[in-house]
């Protein structure tokens, strides 16, 4: 039995305790129900629901009990059609309608979709249907209706984390429609990929049931790249009962598997990507990643009136991994920039393991709607609990053969000797509760605010092994670390609303980072290890200026917001204890933002946004990164665009671009080490050959751009080539 669910953090207090809730519940709502305001209209029940074009009104995640505009706090939503116009096949490709969003790359702890978000990373801030979903694997949204992206600080939300902001994945859902669509796609990247997506009324199981399937298979290699493929399979079967009732219940799995060879790119050079062919390839044709993800979700709804609903959902998640690639690290000794680019070595630094992560959660809201005094509230209450565990065990390599910096050799056979370095046994428990009640006082004024109070025991168990050749491979020291953390959250906001479709909000809130916030990520500044022993969680907090207008009729939305983002007490290097960090650094990020979404014409959909980052280090100790430098993998400004155009009945183009500015990735070094920024352009058409059959075209990187797109501070991954795609579609 794995660590995670011993009979010392057995699931059972929290099974437990939703029963006991639940039936506590059943017993308070009625009679709060009867206080419900009866000229309220019903938006409970279409959280979720699917939507049309590039403006979405009504955020899914049911904790934000107000629609976008209303909802002090800047998110940008990209549905469906959006990331089928965009021919989007992972998530880092539907970030890319989102400005504010760095791309980074992975290492061992930190493989799959990695993100920096208004200027923080965001690795460990992705959720799906509104739970934590922290697996190291390339995310597809084969099996998604839309992305949230929530920006700022939202631990009130969503516990531990949030610092930049979160992303909320949504999940396609059973409906009554009925429906069968079917895609096929190739392309000039050697991409062959299909998905089908089925829903269908099971009128035999009774009234409301219905039946959901989405499967996909997608193959591709990187155009530009070298050796680099990708290849993954997913399915996602859920049912629903009671649709259109009063009592809902959902059971939904979703499992999806890749089997690559992984792409850690170039290495930097003197302070900047090695001036070399972007088909550079520097690992071994027999490096491998292969990624397993199964999640299996049971959620139940029950609504006591219009006014008045619970929910809770439980859920079950395994991650597994197993992977060996080539970091490549340029041989600096005695390189100068006079040094010919051919005398240069690169070290091919072996990364490899494998690893499980595991979670069990529960989580129950409470969403109401009721009037005190004739003070109309909006309230949602809830709690989450439950174990999380992660055992990696990474290895190392000796006797790896370097490579010329110029020209590797890309069919070298591997001939080096893999080690355990570590292995590591994370066991951590979750609790957390939390309540947010908006108020309207009146047409014109809106309070909001919240508090949340989460406690986070996590038990870290460490085995280090020789690196020596003598000993290779053999046990020598250990690490046990246990701790506790408790912290509250908080929010507050104002709202006014000078017209129905306009408001003026300001909002401040916090969140916190534990140490162990992201388990067994030892390599990372925020994995609990020895140099974290004792230390308090970071803390951070926000404060946001913004406006929202729903414009041409409610067709277009507008959002723009000013904010401050500071980072209180940020680990840092103890000057007197090169083994120890102490909370003694302070990070800063000043921002704006707007985005602009919807309709302009009945014909014509746009989606633009741009966001404006200073980050930086504002207090730092001897040893640690200096008062004034750049943070992290930070654009100042980044620019991203879409838009579609409907020139006939069947015959639809669209086109748009990405910019960000210079990037560092290692502002440590002297100098710091950075990136340049790049504009790339993309276009669409597609056609409607009858009313169930669509053909696509979708030009990405039109220009064909060498740019540089996911960032570590060891290595940068290429953006791809010019890619075309091509996708015969059935719809019935």
């Known amino acids: 039995m794995s660590a995670a669910f011993s009979p010392r953090s057995t699931p059972l207090p929290f099974v437990a305790g939703s029963i006991a809730a639940a039936l506590f519940a059943c017993e308070a709502m009625p009679a709060l129900a009867q206080d419900a305001p009866a000229d309220t209209p019903d938006r409970i029940l279409v959280k979720g629901q699917p939507t049309t074009g590039y403006k979405v009104d009504e955020p899914a995640l049911a904790k934000l009990t107000q629609p976008v505009i209303d909802t002090p706090q800047m998110i940008a939503i990209t549905g469906r059609q959006e990331i089928e116009d965009r021919a989007a096949t992972s998530l880092s490709d539907v970030f890319r309608n989102s400005s504010g969003i760095a791309m980074g790359a992975g290492e061992s702890s930190w493989q799959g979709t990695n993100l920096t978000l208004r200027g923080f990373n965001a690795r460990n801030d992705m959720y799906l249907d509104g739970m934590r979903d922290f697996g190291s694997y390339t995310r597809d949204p084969f099996d998604l209706e839309e992305v949230e992206v929530l920006q700022g600080p939202s631990s009130i939300l969503f516990g531990r984390g949030s610092t930049g902001g979160v992303v909320n994945q949504v999940s396609k859902a059973?409906?009554?429609?009925?429906?069968?669509?079917?895609?096929?796609?190739?392309?000039?990247?050697?991409?062959?990929?299909?998905?089908?997506?089925?829903?269908?009324?099971?009128?035999?199981?009774?009234?409301?049931?219905?039946?959901?399937?989405?499967?996909?298979?997608?193959?591709?290699?990187?155009?530009?790249?070298?050796?680099?493929?990708?290849?993954?399979?997913?399915?996602?079967?859920?049912?629903?009962?009671?649709?259109?009732?009063?009592?809902?219940?959902?059971?939904?799995?979703?499992?999806?598997?890749?089997?690559?060879v992984p792409d850690y790119g170039l290495p930097y050079l003197l302070g900047s990507p090695a001036p070399v062919a972007r088909s550079n390839y520097y690992g071994f044709g027999s490096d491998f990643l292969k990624t397993w993800a199964d999640v299996l979700t049971a959620k139940y709804e029950h609504d006591f009136s219009a006014n008045v609903t619970l929910r809770d959902q439980i859920r079950y998640a395994s991650y597994e991994r197993r992977w060996r690639d080539t970091e490549p690290q340029t041989i600096t000794t005695g390189v100068t920039a006079a040094t010919p680019l051919a005398n240069i070595q690169v070290t091919r630094a072996l990364q490899g393991g494998h690893s499980r992560e595991t979670m069990l959660q529960n989580q129950m809201d409470l969403l109401a709607r009721f009037k005190t005094g004739g003070i109309e509230h909006n309230l949602a209450a809830g709690w989450e609990i439950g174990p999380e565990s992660s055992k990696p065990t990474y290895d190392n390599g000796i006797n790896m053969p370097a490579a010329s910096l110029l020209s590797p050799n890309e069919s070298q056979a591997f001939t080096g000797t893999e080690f355990p370095r570590v292995s590591v046994s994370t066991t951590a428990f979750t609790l957390g509760a939390y309540l947010i009640d908006t108020i309207k006082l009146g047409s014109h004024w809106q309070v909001s605010g919240g508090v949340r109070w989460d406690r986070f025991d996590s038990h870290y168990v460490a085995q280090y092994y020789s690196n020596v050749a003598a000993t290779l491979g053999q046990p020598t020291t250990s690490q046990n670390v246990h701790e506790v953390d408790s912290k509250p959250s908080w929010r507050g906001s104002l709202v006014y609303k000078p017209v129905p479709n306009g408001t003026v909000y300001f909002d401040y809130s916090t969140s916190f980072n534990p140490s162990a916030e992201a388990l067994s990520q030892i390599t990372a500044v925020r994995s609990l290890n020895t140099g974290n022993i004792g230390l308090k969680p970071e803390e951070n907090e926000t404060f946001e200026l913004g406006t929202k207008w729903n414009l041409l009729a409610n067709a277009l939305q507008l959002q723009t917001a000013v904010f401050r983002e500071d980072k209180t007490n940020a680990r840092v290097p103890d000057p007197t204890n090169a083994a120890a960090n102490i909370l003694a650094g302070d990070q800063r990020v000043d921002g704006g933002e707007i985005e602009i979404a919807g309709n302009i014409t009945k014909a014509w959909q746009f989606n633009a946004s741009y966001t404006h980052l200073i980050g930086k280090t504002v207090r730092s100790v001897t040893g640690g990164p200096a008062v004034g430098s750049p943070l992290f993998?930070?654009?100042?400004?980044?620019?991203?665009?879409?838009?579609?155009?409907?020139?006939?009945?069947?015959?639809?183009?669209?086109?748009?671009?990405?910019?960000?500015?210079?990037?560092?990735?290692?502002?440590?070094?002297?100098?710091?080490?950075?990136?340049?920024?790049?504009?790339?352009?993309?276009?669409?058409?597609?056609?409607?050959?009858?009313?169930?059959?669509?053909?696509?075209?979708?030009?990405?990187?039109?220009?064909?751009?060498?740019?540089?797109?996911?960032?570590?501070?060891?290595?940068?991954?290429?953006?791809?080539?010019?890619?075309?795609?091509?996708?015969?579609?059935?719809?019935?």
Do not use: C
């Not at 429609?177 to 079917?182: Q, R, S, V, Y």
């Not at 989405?214 to 290699?221: C, K, L």
């Not at 493929?229 to 009732?245: C, E, N």
């Open 174 to 260: 059973p409906t009554l429609k009925g429906f069968l669509k079917a895609e096929g796609t190739g392309g000039t990247d050697s991409m062959l990929r299909g998905t089908v997506d089925l829903d269908a009324p099971v009128k035999a199981l009774g009234e409301g049931t219905a039946f959901r399937l989405n499967v996909m298979g997608h193959s591709q290699e990187v155009t530009g790249r070298d050796q680099v493929q990708y290849r993954r399979f997913g399915v996602a079967p859920s049912i629903a009962f009671g649709l259109g009732t009063a009592n809902r219940l959902t059971l939904s799995y979703l499992h999806q598997s890749e089997d690559d």
């Open 633 to 732: 993998n930070v654009p100042r400004d980044s620019l991203a665009l879409w838009s579609s155009y409907q020139l006939t009945h069947r015959l639809q183009i669209g086109g748009g671009m990405n910019y960000q500015s210079r990037r560092f990735a290692s502002p440590t070094t002297t100098p710091w080490t950075s990136i340049p920024g790049y504009t790339t352009f993309d276009a669409m058409a597609k056609y409607q050959l009858s009313d169930h059959i669509r053909f696509q075209v979708n030009v990405k990187n039109l220009t064909d751009k060498y740019y540089y797109d996911q960032l570590h501070g060891f290595h940068v991954i290429p953006g791809e080539g010019r890619t075309a795609l091509f996708t015969l579609a059935f719809t019935g």
